[in-house]
């Protein structure tokens, strides 16, 4: 008798569409892999132009743009529910169904948070305080976790300790804790990048098909630091007038997402060095999910920067894993997990916080020493092998091979004097409990 494959629901409150954000990519490329053995829809509230083909096979569908109601009876009919962390905030029925509830911690948002209002302290304190609670509720709510990285699978241990998850009941149930946490780390395809289109090279107006392009992936975000590379590119435009700055993304593809101050910034900054358009590019909006591989083969140096934030350590900048499927040599602030596995395993170079004088040279190496480039393109091709879906994928699909619940959320408490009673009794007898009990009254007396 052939049993019934399970059915699991991914939900990102993102738009799955042509153009699409990190979270966005990540439950949907989770959702394609695990099609292979489960029945698996994506729903996102949002509407989708993703064209009918690029979604799946047979057991893989796309639902978008749907009521509330419409989810929650699509949550009834499926054993397992996979949600970002912020999910709850806006479907808080979900985790009062019963199903096998996942929760995706991968972006560690709160410290984003910080950084993001940074300047506005009102709504710092009002964002902060209503996402720690959002939070808090997701990892109490979780049977299964999931993050990017063992360092973050540190941070939110830490977590689950504070807000009292860590009892000696789930200790019982399973002594790692990995099966309250995992790490599934963003992921890429198995087959190498292929064109389907124009990139940037004699297709975006001064970008000229022999220029050495630059390439940032993905959006310019509040804890990233653009400037240090765009005045790094500004020293070297008369040096090498070949050398041009691509960003990919502009303005996020979910419409809800404000365009960010360092955004405006950083263009205002390439305006002021007269580099806008002639060494600097932006986007107007961001490359489609489908089309990337098309700008990242035209690219010849993958860049990012950030600054020393507590973002910095626990984050997982998804889309580097991009440049390392590109085989780009790349450059990079240091301070986080891939930032250090990139300099270890010879794909980049990992560079001081802020130094302009650090990113050019860097940069005017990778111009000057063809032999450098072709080996850190081996060392990203090397590093890009550990990271394919399939791979990273494995830790939920065992879970959603062999669903478990978390023993029930208790608050933790101050034990009774009764309690403390029996928990003496229970390590040594009456006797302990009248040596304690001794001991307790000199205590007093002195």
Known sequence: MSVPRRKVLFITLEPISRQMAGPA???????????????????????????????GGASLSLASGLSKQNLYALASQSDILVIQANVLKAYPKLARLGKYLV??????????VLAQYARDPVSASASYRLMHQVLEKHMIAADFSICASERQRDYYIGRFCAIGRLTPEIYKFDRSFRKLIDVVPFGLPGEPPSRNGPGMKGAVPGIGKTDKVLIWGGGIWEWFDPLTVIEAAARLSQSHPELKLFF??????NPQVELMPMAVRARGLA???????????????????????????????????????????????????????????????????????????????????????AWVGAISRLLDNRGLVENLRAGARRLASEFVWEKAALPLKNFCADPHHMPGFVPVRMPSLVDRVRAVYSRGGADLVLKRSKDAISDLLR
């Open 248 to 253: 990919m993304g502009w303005k996020s593809p």
């Open 25 to 55: 990519i990540r439950a949907f490329e989770l959702a394609r892999e695990l099609s292979s053995d489960f029945d698996v829809t994506t729903f996102s509230p949002r509407p989708s132009d993703l064209p009918a083909d690029r979604i």
């Open 271 to 357: 305006q002021e060095r007269g580099l806008l358009g002639k060494t600097v590019f932006f986007h107007e909006s961001w490359v489609p999910y489908e089309e990337r591989a098309n700008y990242l083969l035209d690219a010849d140096i993958a860049v990012s920067a950030h600054f020393d934030l507590p973002e910095t350590r626990f984050a997982f900048r998804t889309r580097v894993l991009d440049y390392l499927w590109a085989t780009l040599p790349i450059l990079t602030t240091g301070g986080d997990q891939l930032a250090e596995m990139i300099e270890t395993r010879h794909a980049g170079m990992s560079l001081p916080y802020g130094d302009v004088e």
């Open 103 to 112: 929760v995706d911690l991968y972006d560690p948002y709160l410290l984003s």
